[in-house]
C-alpha cells in the first residue's frame, strides 16, 4: 500500500522551483500482481481509472487492481479530440452526459490534477432552416432539463464566432447553431494521469503489459483471471477495454450489439490563437468538429471510416473528408500542414449509446460500447458504475444503459439511425 | 486499400460501401423471432475473421459477400451475393 502522496499547491510548486524539483515523485508506483483482489478492472483507460478511484474513494474497496494490456492512457483516453458538452436531445443521454459535465467543472480540485478543463463553448453549425427546427427542438429540450443551451441566429454566430465568414460561398451556407458554452474541451492525458495519480494514492494497483486471456469461473460466478503475468483471482471483475468490448462479449461467449470502428483524428502544425470554441460542421457526406489546442494546433475529427477495423489505422479518403470539411468552415486555414494524425478503435453499440451492465456472471460487469462518445463521460461513468460495482444495483444515472434494452427494444438511438453501428 | 469487385477487377475502397456484418446462416426457413433478433443486434468479434455484406455503390453496384481479417484489414475473398460465384 502506497502512501498518499503530497498534494499540489502553489507553496509546492514555488518550493519545488527553488529545490530544483528534486521532490517529485512518480505519479503512481508500478505494482507488481498479487494473487487475490476485492476487485479487478480490465483496462486503464479513463473509465477503468475513475471506476477504481471512485471504488477507494465512495465505497471503501481495499484491494483494486487496474490491468492493461499496454500503458496507462494509451489507448482512446489519449486518441479523442478533447471534448465535452451534453448537448444530447434524449433524456437519458442529456442527464447522463450532464452529470459528467459538473463533475469536469470541478475536476481538477477532486483530483488535485489540472485537467485543464476549458469552457470555451460548443457551436453545433446549422446548414439549413429545417435543421435549425431540430437544434430549436434539442435546445429546448436541455433546457427544460436545466441545462444551458442557446440557439443562434446569423447575428449571435456572427458576435460569438466571428473567426467563420458567413459570406464565403459555401456548398452548404451555415445558417446558425445551437451554442452550449459550459461544454468545451479537457486535456485528455491529463485526466488519464490524473485519476491513475488519485487512485494510486487510495492503495489501488496499477498493473501496465498485464494481458488478459481468460476467464476463468465456477457456475455463475466468475472466480479470476488469466493474464500473461498468470492467474490472478478476483471477487468482481470490470471490463472497461473501449474497442476491445465486442472481443470480450467473443471471449465470455455472449454475442454483444457492438462492431468495432475506426475513427481518426489530425491536428495541424501549431499557430496563434484562431479559433476560441469547438465548431461541429455537418452534411451528407462529410463532418469535422474542430477546435485549437492550447499548443495552438488544430485539432480535428471526422466521420467512422464506415467498416469494422482493429487496425489502428485510418484509412486516406476519409482523412480528405475530415480535411476538405475543415477547410470549406476555415478557408484561413487551408495553407496549414497536418502535424499528427492517427486512429482509434470505437466500440459501436447498434442504438450508438453505451452498455453499463453485468455481463454473463453475477460478478462481472461491463462498462462499454462508449462508440467515439466515452471521453466525456468518464467522470460519471466512474462515479456510478463504481456503486454498481459495491452495490449490486445500477444506479437510475446508468440504468437505462442495460443490455438487455436492445431485446425489450428500449433502444436509446440519438441519432435515429437504426441498428448500423457505422451510421451511429 | 483494394477490393476485387467479380465484375470490375481490382478498385480503390472508395467505390464500395460496407452495409452489413453477415451475423448468422443464410437459411430463410429458420427464421423467427429470436434468430431475427441476433440477426439485426448481435454480432460475434472475432478479430481476426468477418464476413460482411459490401456494395459496389460507386461503381456497378453489385452487393457483395467480402471476407475480411478487421486485425490487418486485409480483405480475404469476395464473391457476388446474387450469384455465389467465386473469384
Known amino acids: ?424 | 486499400m483494394l477490393i476485387s469487385c467479380p465484375w470490375c477487377g481490382p478498385r480503390e475502397l472508395e467505390e464500395f460501401r460496407f452495409r452489413s456484418v453477415v451475423a448468422g446462416g443464410n437459411d430463410a426457413t429458420a427464421w423467427n423471432a429470436p434468430r431475427a433478433f441476433a440477426e439485426v443486434y448481435e454480432r460475434t468479434n472475432v478479430p481476426d475473421a468477418s464476413i460482411e455484406y459490401w456494395q459496389h455503390d460507386r461503381g456497378c453496384r453489385a452487393w457483395l459477400v467480402v471476407q475480411r481479417d478487421p486485425s490487418t484489414a486485409a480483405v480475404l475473398a469476395v464473391r457476388l451475393l446474387a450469384t455465389e460465384v467465386e473469384t
Not at chain 1, 37 to 57: I, M, P, S
Open chain 1, 1 to 424: 500500500m502506497s502512501r498518499p502522496k503530497p498534494g499540489y499547491s502553489a507553496i509546492a510548486l514555488a518550493s519545488a522551483a527553488l529545490t530544483g524539483g528534486r521532490q517529485w515523485r512518480p505519479l503512481w508506483r508500478r505494482a507488481p500482481l498479487q494473487e487475490a483482489y476485492d476487485v479487478v478492472v480490465v483496462g486503464a483507460g479513463g473509465h477503468g481509472l475513475a471506476t477504481a478511484y471512485h471504488l477507494a474513494r465512495d465505497h471503501g474497496v481495499k484491494r483494486i487492481a487496474v490491468l492493461d494490456r499496454h500503458l496507462v492512457g494509451y489507448g482512446n483516453v489519449g486518441r479523442n479530440t478533447t471534448v465535452v458538452r451534453s448537448n444530447y436531445l434524449l433524456p437519458e443521454n442529456h442527464y447522463f452526459y450532464e452529470d459528467a459535465l459538473r463533475r469536469w467543472q470541478t475536476l481538477s480540485r477532486d483530483l488535485n490534477y489540472n485537467v485543464m478543463y476549458s469552457p470555451r463553448g460548443v457551436v453545433d453549425l446549422a446548414i439549413s432552416d429545417d435543421e435549425m427546427t431540430a437544434y430549436a427542438r434539442r435546445g429546448n429540450a436541455m433546457r427544460l432539463a436545466g441545462i444551458d443551451a442557446e440557439l443562434l441566429d446569423r447575428v449571435g454566430l456572427r458576435r460569438f464566432v466571428p473567426e467563420v465568414d458567413l459570406e464565403v460561398p459555401r456548398r452548404f451556407p451555415i445558417v446558425g447553431g445551437l451554442l452550449q458554452r459550459r461544454g468545451g474541451t479537457v486535456r485528455h492525458d491529463a485526466v488519464a494521469w490524473g485519476y491513475a495519480r488519485a487512485a494510486a494514492a487510495l492503495g489501488v494497483e496499477i498493473i501496465e503489459r498485464c494481458e488478459v486471456t481468460g476467464v476463468r469461473s465456477s457456475g455463475n460466478v466468475a472466480t479470476g483471471l488469466e493474464t500473461s503475468q498468470g492467474y490472478v483471482r478476483a471477487d468482481r471483475i470490470v471490463f472497461a477495454v473501449a474497442g476491445h468490448t465486442g472481443a470480450i462479449g467473443t471471449l465470455l461467449g455472449v454475442p454483444l450489439p457492438i462492431e468495432t470502428h475506426l475513427l481518426q483524428a489530425m491536428v495541424t502544425e501549431p499557430i496563434k490563437p484562431l479559433l476560441n470554441t469547438v465548431l461541429i460542421y455537418m452534411y451528407e457526406h462529410g463532418e469535422v468538429y474542430i477546435s485549437q489546442s492550447d499548443r495552438g494546433g488544430l485539432v480535428m475529427g471526422g466521420m467512422l471510416d464506415g467498416l469494422p477495423s482493429y487496425t489502428r489505422e485510418g484509412l486516406w479518403f476519409r482523412l480528405e473528408d475530415v480535411v476538405q470539411a475543415a477547410v470549406a468552415l476555415l478557408p484561413q486555414i487551408g495553407g496549414l500542414k497536418l502535424l499528427r494524425h492517427w486512429a482509434g478503435t470505437n466500440d459501436m453499440t447498434m442504438d450508438g449509446s453505451p452498455i453499463m451492465d453485468r455481463l454473463r456472471f453475477d460478478n462481472v460487469f461491463l462498462n462499454g460500447g462508449w462508440c467515439y462518445g466515452g471521453f466525456k463521460a468518464i467522470p460519471a461513468s466512474g462515479a456510478a458504475f463504481a456503486t454498481f460495482v459495491a452495490n449490486g444495483t445500477a444506479p437510475d444515472l446508468i440504468r437505462p444503459y442495460r443490455l438487455s434494452r436492445f431485446a425489450t427494444g428500449h433502444l436509446i438511438d440519438e441519432k435515429g439511425a437504426g441498428p448500423f453501428p457505422a451510421r451511429q
